[in-house]
């Protein structure tokens, strides 16, 4: 793969050991992590923190899209089965539930 096809901006390990902090320059004036290369092999990317953490809400916005399709598919679909109550909790459905005025929760 050669990166300056892709134009990713790229760094070597000898780059980040001179000067860790020019690289996270580079990628926040690039807006995109910075390849790290090691003897011409992908070593690593390096990121902002604030590249990082944009990264990780998409990804928990990507997973409660995928939670939210998976639920609308299922209410659709015509081969629903349902479950009462008592199959899904058993016997202590039926059991007066013991409420403990100071467990700290009231």
């Given at each position: 793969?050669?990166?300056?096809?892709?134009n990713i901006p790229i760094s070597n390990i000898s780059d980040v050991k001179r000067s860790p902090?020019?690289?996270f320059k580079k990628a926040d004036?690039?807006?995109?992590?910075?390849?790290?290369?090691?003897?011409?092999?992908?070593a690593g990317?390096?990121?902002?923190?604030k590249q990082y953490e944009s990264f990780n809400e998409d990804?928990?916005?990507?997973?409660?899209?995928?939670?939210e399709l998976t639920?609308?598919?299922?209410?659709?679909?015509?081969?629903v089965k349902f479950y009462s109550d008592e199959d899904v909790r058993g016997s202590i459905v039926n059991e007066t539930p013991?409420?403990?005025?100071?467990?700290?929760?009231?």
């Open positions: 793969m050669n990166a300056k096809i892709l902090m020019d690289v004036k690039e807006d995109k992590g910075v390849y790290i290369f090691n003897r011409n092999q992908v990317v390096m990121l902002t923190q990804i928990d916005n990507l997973y409660d899209l995928i939670a639920a609308e598919k299922r209410l659709l679909s015509k081969d013991i409420v403990d005025e100071s467990d700290g929760w009231e």
